[in-house]
């Protein structure tokens, strides 16, 4: 469900926004993606550097 949702957002704000302009809660979720992916890599190489 989430994911057709979220395909039908993508769809929807391409139609809406002029291309090259990203939208805010894109921008954000991945913003929030990358903040994952860099705490959880930075989280593993302390415990492999201290392990």
């Known amino acids: 469900m989430a994911i057709s949702r979220d395909l039908g957002y993508r769809l929807a704000s ?3 926004y002029p291309t090259g302009r990203v939208p805010e809660q894109v ?7 990358l903040n994952e992916v860099l705490g959880t890599t930075v989280f593993f190489g302390t415990m492999v550097l201290l392990g």
Do not use: N
């Open 14 to 16: 391409e139609q809406t």
């Open 27 to 33: 921008k954000f979720k991945l913003q929030f993606i």
